[in-house]
């Protein structure tokens, strides 16, 4: 940025570019954007004013805040704070600016604000980020920006979890930074707190902006003001500038405050009469409630609710009218419950209920029948109507004051209320009255007030739409107060008084136009609205003199903040913070539409303060924590909240940086490929890595030393064909080290054409001595018949040569060995060299030079034929390979066809002297015999299951095919070489590229063999068969042994993770599972240990066959391997060629990295099949994954399962037992594995750890019992079996069949009706589902088949035999596969692509809600079907569902086999538990097992000390209708007096409140009447008086509670004794919440 001479000079005394030469005075708006044409570079100095250039000049050499009213730019010195400092910002430096705005709406006005201000990166923050999710995220952010303006929450977590260090920041900007009062727990003051505290080496500067610099009620107490600036300050570390009134009064326009009355409002008969009606409909509401004493919880919230909605309409009439009231009732009838409690402005969410909808609707046809005229609901702009009780009086003077408001142009005005539901009534009101039509209405509340209809969206077009006039009249609520850029008004009405002197000020700057007006409607018959107003004028005097003189330097007390650090990382949190960290990692466990984890907290009174206590969900590692004594119930919470934060990082349940685990960024897994077959997509580079496949060591090793004899390991190649009609050339393989054992006899089919065969057996022949020149003969024969199959142009020309470059073949070729003609000699199987049949074929004429090749050809002799190239021999010309010029072919000669010669007739009918004519060849010695021909073949893949490639479409020939060659056409090449030759030939690469595979695989076998002696145990085949991948189309793969081992592995995994971490939730060990075993982990530990040479994804190209005598062209090195591999990439991104078109000198090959994932699991599965449990889990130890256990592991399961032993009790054990069909030693796993997540009443702990081991084990059984009945079924098709089986609604239905349900300990009615409709639907006669809808399924129920299958596993020690019995048992129906169906998603995505249709899932979000819209679009098909669930993964399913019906009753099916028809025509093979070859864990007896104290079932007070009471309350409970059994416990209780002292203390949770306050409180809550305290005895002297007191509550329309107190020297204390104990039965009988 260009730097003028004069700032350069005047930044020389202070660092700041700041000078009085470029202040222009100008009147503009808060953020004082210029709208003029800008210069190249944003100067905001150029329309800055003079105070605001002082200010900002001070706050360069210092922290402070800056105090001034709304209107008067305090952004725009922000703005010139931050271009001053620009220097420490600029990139490419790393520090940044942040800028802190506390709501959304005014981060993005800020954000714009400094956009068009100054010339700096500027990043906008506000909510929840799905982009934003970790450090590198964050790290991208800071390396963009150089300003980020964020609400306050965003900085709280990155600094807490350490995503943007606090180093980074050096300038800190708090918009409205009033909110970071000492006694708040805002998140400005936790991030000052937390800085502070760690006392940072550089801090950075701190500039906070506020109208009121104290906020709240604080100033009207004596003494608060300065209080609360110096508190302020003390939190900020910065000191609070303003600027005098007369500085300001050119800038800003002050308005005049104006007062109007109404009333005085007296209550009517009218009135009375309303509300006697509305009293009277809720009573009867009340009434309907159900008097099922065991739901209490949910009785009280309904009860809470319909009082909220009674107020709330009641406040309505008084405020409004009757009018009022009917649009509130029916607003609140219109929105869902979600949007009710946003209306309502509840602190809690209350489930909707029918009685609050039927009591709003009853209210809402009162309302409407008071508003009717003859028999029709009046209009509401009809003039009658604007009285009483229609309006209120209070509205009519709003109306007065609007009409008679004189007319001016840009007229605005902003209407503020106190209630989101006045605000909305009120709009329609004045939006309906038409003789307002001038005054165009809308409201603003608010995107915190939960409202669909006011989004950020909706927010920004209704502020909008007020700046441009299309509306000029807002009613808002406190939203329009602070900070959002709204218009500047000449009417601002305060409808409802300000709560605050800090909303006084900010609802009066909204009012700057001259001449503007700040109007409060005042009760003239309420004299405290009046003294109310007087002193927010009083205490706003009160601050201005306190800034500029100081009275007091004392500060509000302060705790000091607690943190806990993790010093590894840097991370930090405060006590603060940790609340809401705590709620974020509760909501993070494992939940469902039934069961929302929470955590509880319950606070007591302790001798030294407050105590609170956490209780967290069933399904949490930690089941409490417990604080210390506090001075308050807010400070216990957070002392208790940062302790629990310690222990959950302690046990790993919150990472490093102190965040849940559930929490962490996007799994590396879905940066992985998902697919391994076809045609890549796009750059080759996007598609996989560049690897090297491994060659044979035992073919690499050449011979050097020709001076000596050379001796080569030799094997005969026998080949046997099917059917037995052809004849080969007997060949052998010779090479220089033996081959492996596993090798030597090698055994394989080659397909070829015509359904034909052929059997290949390697026979182990001994050593075979060559000389030198027999060497060279060899390799000369080799160079020659592998030019003749792969390079047959070479031999069109008169002259071949071989044997040249011998030396330069061998240094080129990565293989060493010899296919030669052999003589097999019966006896021994030994072999010696053909080498009559090589040297013939090398003595061919091609190979001579020409001068040898020289005599005449014209004059044949008796036996000889004339050919193209000269006379030869008969003998010479059968069983050798000729060229045809006129077809551009080669043919072997089969013999000569005496009887037929030119004049002979063809095929074609005529002679083949005419034939030819036809052709332009005149023959020239038509009389010479044809030559009886076969054309040389074309190489082909022969490891392709060419049986079902061509089913169906080829058919067995009995003759070989052959053609009629006149002899002069001809060129004679190759002497001796005849079409028995060309028959082995063929076979030879695709036997070598078997072998070279296989060999790999037994050095793999070796490699393994020698780090673990398990290795040994499997077999060489298999390992072979784990390290091919379905691309190499031979006929076997690697799917079937990975879908083994993707099994096993999860297994056995999942159990180490189970055993070595118990405190871990199952969310947290299926993560951590994952975490191992995905795609991404075992890809870094294969090629770790280099597995990716050995894996074999190409299908074999005979074309590319490379071996001594022909090295493969492309000689790719370092320098040369970018270029090569850079141009197959691009040669496919342009035609579509496969990677394997071009192979290098090194075999470099493109992998998947989820192929070599892929192939870690198929080599587990390879040890599973050969070797069994035990070699697998050595091999995964060799790889890196450790899962072995002891039986100490095991031990400490059966000890802590003991803790579930309380709840024998509640199951019927034996019946549960017989059910399962296995007789448990250890109950407490029986017990657990039927404890649902939200029963919480034992201690903590449920079924679900033993769900994640139950589902882990019935997966590893379920696939190797597929594997073992179906070993013809394709691996998709056993894939998609396994997941039929393991299906939770297939567990389910065995859990109903079972009975499992009626044992399931739970305390959510919602799942227990769910449960009761899905047993009633599976119960139905099948006559009789048709008529009833499927009612979803509840996840419970499989769970508990998962989690008692889990539970056996443990029980017997890890015995598989057992669990595999009674898998059996369950499963019997499961896998008859009677009622087989694919996943919808599955089946709707195969159904369109066999017919080319474009299927594409829509998924939107409305709240917890998923909306999933499937698209089906093709040729004739437009189809679009939509379902939604709280479950994405439902919402799909249900989609997919519907659209898969709609397409079947179109008529559209699919055309391949059905699984279930595979199944059906399949050989069903005997099961097997495929590899258990481990021994069960001797356990630790049931009695050998310490029983421990049960866990506490109410919140613990064994850490603190309670005040107790001698005597506990009497109870008398007065009922005629009450129960016996429930007076007789209470009469029990009473004589447990003295056990239930400290119980009796119970109230102490409210710390701080009188026992009296809080049963008041409760039966306000209840909707009961106020309790009644009555004296019933007095006694002693009146200098030692004692007073007895009594309560009497009517906690129902029949039930009256009177307790009594124990005698007392004052009759408050006696009163409250007495309150204490009603508190004690309240709580004890379940009306009571114990939690916050």
């Known amino acids: 940025m260009a730097v003028t001479e004069l700032e350069v000079e005047s930044s020389q005394g202070v660092d700041c570019p700041i000078t009085e030469a470029h202040s222009v005075l100008s009147i503009v708006d808060e953020g004082q954007s210029s709208s003029s044409a800008q210069s190249t570079e944003k100067d905001p100095r150029k329309n800055a004013r003079q105070y605001q250039l002082d200010l900002c000049k001070i706050a360069v050499e210092e922290n402070i805040i800056v105090y001034l009213g709304t209107g008067c730019g305090k952004t725009h010195i922000a703005v010139l704070l931050i271009y001053a400092l620009g220097h420490l910002i600029r990139k490419p430096q790393k520090n940044i600016c942040v800028f802190l705005a506390p709501t959304v709406a005014l981060v993005q006005q800020q954000a714009k604000v400094i956009k068009e201000s100054i010339d700096f990166k500027v990043g906008t923050y506000g909510g929840r980020s799905k982009r934003l999710k970790g450090h590198l995220d964050w790290e991208k952010e800071i390396e963009q920006y150089e300003i980020l303006v964020m609400i306050p929450e965003i900085l709280l977590r990155n600094l807490s979890h350490c995503f943007i260090r606090r180093e980074l920041i050096s300038l800190l900007i708090f918009d409205e930074c009033h909110h970071a009062q000492a006694r708040s727990n805002h998140p400005y003051t936790q991030i000052m707190k937390a800085y502070n505290k760690l006392n940072i080496i550089k801090p950075p500067r701190i500039f906070g902006m506020t109208a009121s610099p104290i906020v709240g009620k604080g100033a009207s107490e004596e003494g608060s003001v300065s209080k609360c600036i110096n508190s302020l300050e003390k939190i900020l570390d910065a000191k609070v500038y303003s600027v005098e009134d007369t500085d300001l009064k050119c800038f800003v326009a002050s308005p005049e405050v104006k007062i109007y009355y109404y009333g005085p409002v007296t209550k009517n008969i009218s009135s009375s009469h309303i509300l006697k009606n509305l009293e009277e409909i809720k009573r009867q509401c009340i009434s309907m409630l159900s008097k099922n004493t065991e739901d209490h919880s949910r009785r009280r919230s309904i009860k809470k609710m319909l009082c909220r909605l009674h107020d709330n309409l009641i406040f309505c009439l008084e405020k409004i009218g009757l009018w009022g009231a009917l649009q509130a009732s029916r607003r609140f009838l219109s929105v869902d419950y979600g949007e009710r409690n946003e209306l309502l402005e509840a602190e809690e969410n209350f489930n909707g209920d029918l009685l609050c909808d039927n009591y709003l609707a009853k209210a809402a046809s009162f309302f409407s029948s008071h508003c009717m005229r003859d028999g029709v609901e009046m209009d509401i702009s009809s003039v009658d109507v604007l009285k009483e009780p229609f309006f209120s009086k209070k509205l009519l003077c709003l109306i007065r004051i609007l009409s008679n408001f004189r007319l001016q142009p840009n007229m605005k005005c902003i209407v503020f209320v106190n209630r989101i539901v006045v605000a909305q009534s009120l709009s329609y009101i004045l939006q309906n009255l038409k003789f307002l039509a001038s005054w165009k209405c809308g409201f603003l509340v608010g995107v915190h007030s939960g409202m669909k209809s006011m989004s950020r969206k909706n927010m920004k077009n209704i502020l909008e739409k007020f700046r441009s006039g299309q509306l000029n009249l807002l009613v808002a609520t406190k939203v329009g107060e602070e900070g959002l850029d709204i218009q500047t008004c000449c009417l601002v009405i305060r409808f409802d008084l300000p709560e605050t002197v800090a909303s006084f000020i900010q609802s009066r700057g909204r009012a700057r136009m001259p001449q503007s007006e700040y109007a409060f409607l005042v009760n003239s018959g309420n004299n405290k609205e ?11 005097d009160r601050m201005n003199k306190e800034i500029f003189v100081r009275t007091s330097s004392e500060t509000f007390a302060d705790t000091e903040e607690k943190l806990y650090k993790v010093d590894s990382s840097g991370a930090s949190i405060t006590a603060g913070y940790s609340v809401s960290l705590i709620h974020h990692y509760c909501a993070m466990l494992p939940h469902d539409e039934y069961f929302d984890p929470k955590p509880e907290f319950y606070f007591f009174d302790d001798e030294d303060g407050t105590v609170c206590h956490i209780i967290f969900p069933s399904n949490s590692p930690l089941p409490q924590v417990i604080s210390t004594p506090e001075p308050s119930i807010e400070e216990a919470k957070r002392i208790a909240c940062l302790k629990a934060c310690e222990q959950l990082h302690k046990i790993g349940a919150l990472n490093d940086y102190l965040l849940p685990c559930q929490d962490i960024g996007i799994d590396e897994e879905s940066m992985l490929s998902t697919s391994d077959s076809g045609v890549c997509e796009g750059s080759i580079l996007l598609r996989g890595e560049l690897h090297e496949m491994l060659i044979p060591a035992a073919l690499r090793q050449p011979w050097t030393n020709l001076e000596n004899s050379v001796y080569l390991n030799s094997y005969f190649i026998r080949t046997i064909p099917c059917p037995e009609d052809r004849v080969y050339k007997k060949f052998g393989f010779l090479v220089k080290a033996p081959l492996p054992k596993e090798a030597e006899r090698m055994k394989l089919d080659l397909q070829l054409a015509h359904q034909r065969s052929v059997s290949i057996e390697l026979i182990p022949s001994g050593l075979v001595e060559f000389n030198k020149n027999e060497i060279l003969q060899a390799q000369n024969f080799q160079e020659m018949f592998l030019k003749i199959i792969l390079h047959r142009s070479e031999f069109v020309s008169e002259r071949v040569q071989l044997g040249d470059s011998n030396d330069s073949y061998k240094a080129c070729s990565s293989t060493f060995y010899l296919l030669l003609p052999v003589i097999l000699n019966d006896d021994n199987n030994k072999i010696t060299v053909d080498w009559k049949s090589i040297k013939r074929c090398l003595s061919s004429p091609i190979f001579r030079n020409p001068a040898e090749n020289a005599g005449s050809g014209y004059s044949p002799l008796i036996g000889e034929l004339q050919l193209a190239n000269g006379s030869r021999n008969e003998d010479e010309v059968v069983n050798s390979l000729v060229y045809a010029p006129y077809k551009n072919a080669f043919f072997f000669v089969a013999d000569i066809i005496a009887e037929k010669n030119g004049y002979s007739t063809s095929t074609s009918g005529a002679s083949h002297v005419d034939h030819f004519k036809t052709l332009r060849i005149q023959l020239s010695r038509p009389e010479q015999p044809l030559l009886k021909a076969k054309q040389l073949f074309s190489l082909r893949n022969l490891l392709h299951d060419r049986k079902k490639e061509h089913s169906g479409s080829e058919t067995r020939e009995s003759e070989e095919h052959f053609f009629e060659v006149p002899p002069e056409l001809c060129e004679l090449k190759i002497i001796g070489f005849s079409k028995d030759f060309g028959s082995t030939i063929s076979l030879l690469p695709s036997i070598m590229h078997r072998l070279e595979n296989l060999l790999v695989a037994i050095e793999l076998k070796h490699a393994l063999s020698t780090s673990f002696p398990e290795g040994a145990e499997v077999t060489a085949d298999r390992v072979l068969e784990a390290l091919t991948t379905a691309k190499c189309m031979e006929r076997f793969s690697l799917e079937r042994l990975e879908v083994l081992g993707d099994a096993f592995l999860k297994y056995v995994v999942g159990r180490h993770l189970f055993l070595f971490h118990d405190a871990l939730d199952e969310g947290e060990l299926t993560r951590r599972r994952s975490n191992i075993v995905n795609n991404s982990n075992l890809f870094k530990m294969a090629t770790r240990n280099n597995l990716q040479v050995y894996i074999r994804d190409q299908s074999f190209d005979p074309s590319q066959f490379y071996a001594l005598g022909h090295p493969c062209p492309v000689i790719c090195s370092k320098g040369t391997e970018n270029y090569i591999h850079s141009q197959v990439g691009s040669s496919e991104k342009a035609n579509g060629a496969k990677a394997n078109d071009v192979r290098c000198s090194k075999c470099h090959h493109w992998l998947h990295r989820k192929t070599i994932s892929d192939v870690v699991e198929a080599l587990v599965g390879a040890f599973l099949v050969d070797s069994g449990f035990k070699a697998a889990i050595s091999f995964l130890r060799w790889i890196g994954i450790t899962v072995d256990f002891d039986s100490s592991h095991v031990n400490n399961i059966y000890v802590k399962s003991s803790e579930y032993l309380s709840l024998v009790a509640d199951v019927d054990i034996p019946s549960l037992e017989k059910l399962i069909g296995y007789l448990f030693q250890h109950k407490g796993l029986l017990l657990q594995a039927f404890v649902h997540p939200s029963y919480n009443k034992h201690g903590g702990g449920c079924y679900q750890r033993l769900e994640y081991l139950g589902d882990a084990v019935l997966d590893y059984l379920i696939t190797s019992y597929l594997y073992s009945t179906y070993p013809k079924l394709k691996p998709g098709q056993l894939t998609d079996l396994r997941s039929v089986c393991v299906d939770n609604k297939s567990f389910a239905n065995v859990a109903v069949q079972r009975s499992f349900h009626k044992f399931l300990l739970c305390d959510s009615s919602n799942l227990l009706e769910a449960i009761d409709k899905y047993v009633g639907f599976i119960e139905t006669p099948s006559s009789e589902d048709h008529m009833i809808k499927e009612p979803k399924c509840p996840k419970v129920l499989g769970d508990l088949v998962e989690s008692s299958v889990g539970a056996v596993l443990l029980d017997n020690g890890f015995n598989l035999e057992r669990v595999w019995e009674i898998l059996f048992s369950f499963l019997d129906p499961v896998m008859i596969f009677s009622s087989f169906q694919l996943h919808p ?219 009594f107190g124990e005698p007392r020297g004052r009759k408050k204390d006696a009163a409250e004794h007495a309150a204490e104990g009603a508190l004690w039965y309240l709580q004890n009988t379940g009306f009571l919440p114990t939690r916050e």
Not at 530 to 540: G, M, P
Not at 1509 to 1533: M, N, R
């Open 530 to 540: 009046l003294a109310l107003i007087e002193n927010f004028k009083t205490d706003e």
């Open 1385 to 1603: 998603v599955r089946e709707l995505q195969e159904l369109c692509q066999s017919k080319n249709w474009q299927v594409v899932f829509r998924r939107s979000q409305d709240g917890s809600t998923f909306s999933v819209e499937a698209k089906v679009d093709g040729e004739g098909i437009k189809l679009s079907t939509c379902a939604t669930n709280i479950s994405r993964k439902e919402a799909k399913k249900v989609a997919a569902q519907q659209a898969i019906a709609e397409l079947k009753h179109r008529g559209y099916m699919h055309k391949s086999k059905t699984v279930e028809e595979v199944i059906k025509s399949s050989c069903k093979m005997e099961a097997k538990l495929i590899g258990y070859n481990e021994a069960p864990i001797n356990s630790i007896p049931p009695d050998a097992i310490e029983s421990e104290p049960s866990k506490v079932l109410e919140p613990s007070r064994s850490n603190f000390k309670l005040k107790k009471h001698k005597e506990a309350p009497l109870i008398k409970l007065l009922s005629k209708g009450l129960h016996s059994s429930v007076a007789a416990a209470i009469e029990q209780d009473n004589e447990n007096a003295e056990d239930m002292s400290s119980d009796s203390q119970i109230a102490g949770q409210w710390c701080k409140k009188t026992a009296k306050s809080v049963l008041h409180e409760v039966c306000a809550d209840n909707s009961w009447k106020a309790p009644i305290y009555e004296c019933v005895k007095e006694e002693g002297p009146s200098h030692q008086k004692l007073f007895t007191f009594k309560v009497v509550l009517e906690i129902e329309d029949s039930k009256n509670l009177e307790c």
